[in-house]
């Protein structure tokens, strides 16, 4: 008889049952471990095409065992291990492969004496089954009783000792022959517990009653069933068991106990007791040509500005938040700001302050917002901050003040001061090699928090991959607003089986907007660049979050924010002998040279990755490699057994993000801290201002609406394929009751080897609601498909916001896998409504490159009368498609051709100005005003500011206000320059007028200004030319599995991720323990190791 399993390895790591079964490399190796995550549960891995594919084995409440496997396949309970295996060994019981090759255990091997050269021969180890196969002369009650006599007993009472001899002697054996029978309850061993135990156990039936009464006085909405009958009456449950209830009731009450006296000092009447002090602000204001000192104090709480001649001086000028119109930044003089108020009725006051220094400026704008946001009579917000951070941890603990990462604190584009204890919304941490267990990491982070922002923050989720880990917080006040929350995570390490490098992502929606973010880890070293691109689309292909139904969709198009975060591992590509002067131009902070070598950027350029995401400029030095416990100095060497390795200073840890079109993004900070320096990275973090769309409640009469739908024509897509198939499109959206299909288009074959098809019908798409303000932040996706394989060729995305006056024509780019796969264009037009749009709180800053707008003061002036000159105002880059960064343009993925309009003159505004004050389309894409260069307030496309004639030239590149100019200086013929950024349109798939002659294009309903996307590139004194021609390659398009389902994958090829992964099952927020339980507004249905390099 042998009680023996081979398969099972206890409690081995997950990291050591994927080494094994490796090494085992026949499909249908399988080893049983202990769960990492849940207790008393067990991990069933298997290995199929060198993928190693997990199960969970879990027991339900009469302890019996049952296997998650794929959906569909009936659920089987076992009562022991033996029998589910036995049973897995037959095929089609819903794993990737039925059971064939059990692993066995590995000898374990001292390190030191392994690497010793003639290591010393190590005894046998003395498992019970070797004594049972080695001696057949030793029964199996003797072999334990020998044990015993060598063991020291002298520290137990002497009854406890009789007892364990009773059971060695008489009871083991007949243990053994039931478990050898398939009864796994050993009745011997249980009788020997509850008599050592017997105290223990009549102690826990004391203190459970107590506990479960405390814990109900903590928790009101605990069910009133779970308690004292369920717990402490049956005293027949075994005591590990009872132990473990014991122990988690512990837990909760200490987690319920810390809550509630957070709760009690932070809050009064249900509120949070914010920790936002007052902050006095020295300024200047010049009048009559005299500099005079001034003082703003800001007290958001109470939603008053003071406007002060001396810091002690009296109280008595204030402005209530309702009564601050605007703040308009100079971008001029990057510290000058204009307060626009409402003095009187039908009466502006106009005041222009400098600050000290521009990142004063920012905190002043920061700390008028966040007072904006508190005090806005909006049930709903439309704007919200979210914090982003990245740190590979180098499998060392954090040190014990980390408060600076999360102040946004450190070199780069910080926050002031001022901003300290402004909260953000949502806290996204994603870290790499992090030694501690989720439980712990997010204690800590909370802990941060709380003694930064007096809140204690809600759990959203938390995902791990091995040492990669994501958490996500959010305020309290958020908890009935995150919905449909999922997790998922891809394995990129060796073969695409080990999880050492990989990804970790989660998504959920916030009211109406999605959002994404993914936490990856990727191939380390300089010279695997490339291998760190099949991550990124691994990555791109597999990772399963968000809305289900938009499966043809990667994730780059399933959200509307969308973050990538992580220790990237691109390094800057310089030979080695280099290494000095680049620590010498790291020190003189001359980061220009080394970014344009930075192998994301130049892979970036070329289209191979992130393709149309965007990053904040890079202002801070690399943050890898660095000696630990000091910021001082750069470790670029490692000795190895192969010879030295060179690290170069790299910027390693990154921060991207990718919205949609006409969307609210604004980046306020990027850099990393200087001050925690534990590991060899630096911890990096990033902080946005982003728009959100609430649930919608429409002021209109529903009779009164405009009726008819979203009418899409004349669209042309040019697709990047040799196949000879027939195509259609396919609308999604989450204002859309089900997906909509065209019919066929028409195909028409190209000389340079793409396909042209033209859908000739105009199609309508009717929305679930038609009013006009609801359209406007609505987005449709868009999906060229093959009739043959129903495969996609091509997905873009288009803002209906850009069809808010008129009929618009649009460009999107197409891509499918992160890949470029050609062109759509076509028009797009919504119902008719003279609706006003209401206005957006993150309307309230805007940016003014011209100071000499308006010659009123500090003087009360008629709003009607009042206006800027807004042919000198410029949008925010980060929505109109602009960057600012090095002088390049931006491919961003799309562009929309808008007419012009009659230029209104300056000083005659609208009568809007009075709660809109300046051009808030300017700012932001809701497009309040109109702006006479693009018609409209929502963004143009890229190439359009560097497209004006003389008389219309636009402010020139601006160095960032928070940290200088860290390139290129303005010069005078600066706006020539920028004429030549201008980059014509890849040729391959520039469309033109039908008077240009394309006789296939159906004529237009309205004139247009012609528009393209742009290519970036570096401006040239010449004729520029695209520096990267598009290349056409057969696109791989393999069929996105229907609810995350990933048996219909195709293989990859070689070192890609095989097909048949088991999808994990998406979390629901509303199931999570973190946040319990409330209710939710119906959802609509399109809505959405050890340490290396």
Request: a neutral charge.
């Amino acid at each position: 008889m042998q009680s023996y399993q081979p398969w099972c390895h206890g409690t081995i790591s997950r990291s050591k049952a994927e080494d094994l079964l490796s090494k085992a490399a026949r499909d249908g190796s399988f080893l049983i471990r202990a769960s990492e995550s849940i207790q008393g549960a067990y991990a069933l891995c298997v290995l199929y095409q060198n993928c190693v594919y997990t199960y969970r084995i879990l027991p339900n409440v009469d302890k019996k065992l049952s296997v998650q496997a794929s959906e569909g396949v009936p659920i089987r309970f076992f009562s022991v291990l033996t029998e589910l295996v036995e049973a897995y060994y037959s095929p089609n019981m819903g794993l990737v492969t039925h059971l064939q090759y059990p692993v066995h255990r590995e000898e374990e091997v001292d390190e030191e004496q392994e690497s010793q050269i003639l290591p010393p021969q190590l005894p046998p180890r003395n498992f019970a089954g070797n004594d049972l196969r080695e001696s057949d002369s030793m029964s199996l009650s003797e072999t334990y009783l020998m044990r015993l006599q060598h063991m020291d007993l002298s520290t137990i009472p002497e009854e406890h000792q009789l007892a364990i001899q009773e059971y060695f002697r008489t009871s083991v054996s007949l243990d053994a022959e039931q478990v050898h029978n398939g009864f796994p309850n050993l009745p011997g061993l249980n009788k020997l517990t509850m008599a050592i135990c017997k105290n223990l156990n009549s102690e826990i039936s004391r203190i459970l009653p107590v506990l479960e009464i405390f814990h109900r006085m903590l928790d009101q909405q605990l069910s009133p069933g779970i308690g004292l009958k369920q717990i402490s009456g049956d005293l027949g449950q075994s005591v590990p068991f009872r132990l473990e209830q014991l122990t988690k009731l512990l837990y909760s009450i200490e987690d319920k106990a810390k809550s509630s006296m957070f709760e009690s000092v932070g809050c009064e009447g249900g509120h949070r007791k914010s920790l936002i002090p007052l902050v006095t602000f020295e300024v200047k204001q010049e009048s009559l040509g005299i500099s005079m000192k001034m003082f703003l104090k800001v007290d958001v709480e109470n939603g008053k500005l003071y406007l002060k001649k001396s810091k002690d001086g009296p109280e008595d000028k204030f402005f209530m938040h309702n009564k601050i119109l605007q703040l308009v930044k100079s971008q001029k003089m990057h510290a000058k700001l204009v307060i626009v108020a409402e003095k009187e009725k039908e009466k502006i006051l106009r005041r222009e302050f400098v600050f000290d220094d521009t990142k004063k400026r920012e905190g002043f704008c920061q700390l008028l917002q966040q007072m904006k946001n508190k005090h806005s009579e909006k049930p709903e917000p439309d704007m919200i901050t979210v914090f982003v951070g990245t740190w590979n941890m180098g499998n060392a603990g954090p040190p014990h003040n980390i408060d600076s990462w999360f102040q946004c604190k450190g070199q780069g584009k910080t926050r002031d001061d001022t901003a300290d204890h402004i909260p953000h919304d949502f806290y996204v941490i994603g870290t790499q090699e992090d030694p501690l267990g989720e439980r712990e990491w997010a204690d800590t982070v909370k802990s941060v928090l709380r003694k930064i922002t007096n809140i204690t923050f809600k759990q959203v989720a938390t995902h791990t991959l091995w040492n990669i880990r994501i958490v996500v917080l959010a305020k309290p006040e958020h908890e009935n607003r995150i919905s449909h929350v999922f997790s998922d995570s891809v394995k990129t390490g060796i073969a695409n089986t080990l999880g050492n490098k990989g990804a970790v992502g989660v998504s959920f929606m916030f009211n109406r907007s999605s959002f994404g973010f993914v936490n990856s880890h990727l191939t380390s070293g300089s010279e695997k660049k490339l291998r760190r691109n099949q991550n990124y689309t691994n990555i791109l292909r597999f990772v399963n979050l968000g809305d289900k139904k938009l499966n043809p969709f990667d994730i780059t198009h399933r959200f509307t924010h969308l973050f990538w975060l992580g220790d990237l591992n691109y390094r800057v590509e310089f030979p080695s002998t280099e290494a000095e002067n680049i620590v010498t131009k790291i020190r003189q902070q001359q980061y220009q040279e080394l970014l344009s070598r930075d192998q994301l950027n130049t892979e970036r350029n070329d289209g191979k990755v992130f393709l149309h995401f965007d990053e904040e400029e890079i202002t801070f030095p690399p943050t890898y490699r660095f000696e630990r416990d000091t910021r001082e100095k750069y470790a670029y060497t490692k000795a190895k057994a192969t010879g030295t390795k060179y690290n170069l200073p790299s910027w390693c840890d990154r921060v991207l993000w990718k919205s949609y079109p006409l969307v609210h993004v604004v980046c306020q900070a990027y850099g990393c801290t200087n001050d925690i320096m534990t590991s060899d990275h630096s911890p990096l973090f990033a902080s946005f201002e982003v728009g959100v769309a609430s649930q919608f409640v429409s002021k209109q009469d529903m009779n009164s609406a405009p009726q008819g739908g979203i009418q899409i024509r004349n669209c042309i897509a040019t697709l990047m394929t040799k196949s000879k198939t027939k195509f259609f499109i396919e609308y999604h959206s989450s204002c859309l009751e089900k997906k909509v299909k065209t019919i066929e288009g028409e195909n028409m074959e190209k000389s340079d080897g793409s396909i042209k098809v033209s859908f000739r019908n105009q199609v309508e798409l009717t929305p679930i609601i038609s009013d006009p303000e609801y359209l406007l932040d609505q987005h449709i996706l868009i999906c060229v498909k093959s009739t043959d394989c129903d495969e996609s060729y091509g997905e873009g995305c288009v803002a209906l916001r850009a069809a808010q006056f008129s009929y618009r024509e649009f460009q999107v780019t197409l891509t499918h896998h992160g890949e470029k796969t050609g062109i759509l264009t076509g028009g797009i037009q919504l119902p008719t409504s003279e609706c006003k749009p209401t206005e957006k709180l993150y309307d309230f800053i805007k940016i003014e490159s011209s100071d000499d707008t308006g010659s009123s003061k500090g003087k009360g002036v008629d709003a009607n009368k009042f206006s800027v000159t807004q042919s000198h105002d410029i949008s925010n880059p980060n929505y109109m498609g602009i960057s600012f960064r090095s002088g390049n343009v931006v491919d961003k993925g799309w562009s929309y051709s808008l007419p012009q309009k009659s230029l209104p003159i300056a000083g005659q505004g609208s009568k809007d100005t009075k709660k809109g004050g300046y051009d808030v389309g300017s700012r932001s894409p809701t497009g309040k005003h109109l702006n006479p260069i693009y018609g409209s307030g929502e963004a143009e496309t890229e190439c359009d500011p560097f497209c004006r004639g003389e008389e219309e030239k636009v402010s020139g590149m601006f160095d960032n206000p928070l940290y200088g100019s860290m390139g290129k200086s303005r010069g005078k013929d600066q706006d020539h320059q920028q004429k030549d950024l201008l980059t014509p349109p890849d040729p391959n798939f520039t469309t033109s007028n039908a008077a240009d002659g394309d006789p296939d294009r159906p004529p237009l309903p309205t004139p247009r200004i012609r528009s393209f996307t742009c290519s970036e590139t570096k401006p040239q004194p010449s004729t520029p030319v695209s520096s990267h021609p598009s290349t056409f390659k057969k696109p791989v398009a393999p069929s996105r599995s229907e609810g995350g389902m990933a048996q219909s994958r195709p293989p990859l090829p070689s070192k890609s991720r095989p097909g048949l992964p088991e999808p994990q099952n998406a979390r629901d927020y509303r199931d999570s323990s973190e946040l319990p339980s409330k209710h939710r507004l119906p959802a609509k249905p399109g809505q959405p190791q050890p340490h290396k390099d």
